[in-house]
């Protein structure tokens, strides 16, 4: 039980060593007030020479809000020029301290012209009528009735001649040899049908 006993008190004195060295690395030393970079890349602060006077050590937070800056918050704060200065211009004027370039009074605030958006450029009413989607596939020759054309949509075949609605739905304007003229039968989206056989 003693031996137990020994080796937990060792491990606590270890323990405390070793936060009293951490303790140490991080608030030993403190900031040089102006010097930027003064860490040697180590991550701690140089330690302050010891004062001949007998100043008191500082504590952490002080070290700590030395570091950071914290200081300087409470110091006053410069007023701010009426120079013109504006942070949202850029070009000769913002060099000439915000006045014209003969340096007299201020030039006036440059006011940006709103863009208008671009309406697309088309025909207005309503959309085309759908493509003719029958075949010209023959022309039959007859004395009593004249030119008749075959037409088919991949079911049906239709019949008609020149002038005549085919399925109540296509108007035959002509009929020639090897095309065919036809629109749909309120007059649109006139096409014209090569001979397909």
Known sequence: MAADT????????GLLAVL??????????TA?????????????????????AGTPAQTPEQVLARGLGLDRLDQDRPA????????FRTGSSASAGGRDGAGGAFAPPMVPTPVQPVMPVGPVGPPPPPPIAVRF??????????????????????????GEIVDGRW??????EESLQI?????????TLRLTG
């Open 6 to 13: 020994r080796r937990q008190l060792t491990l606590l004195g």
């Open 20 to 29: 009293v060295l951490v303790t140490w690395w991080q608030f030993g030393g």
């Open 32 to 52: 040089t007030p102006g010097v930027t970079g003064a860490t040697g890349g180590s991550g701690r602060t140089p330690a302050a020479p010891a004062s001949s």
């Open 80 to 87: 701010p020029d009426a120079t013109g200065r504006d942070p």
């Open 137 to 162: 596939i023959g022309v039959v020759s007859r004395r009593d009735v004249g030119k008749v054309a075959v037409l088919s949509d991949g079911k049906n075949v239709y019949y008609g001649r020149a």
């Open 171 to 176: 108007r035959i304007v002509a009929i020639g």
């Open 183 to 191: 629109e749909h039968a309120d007059g649109r989206g006139r096409q």
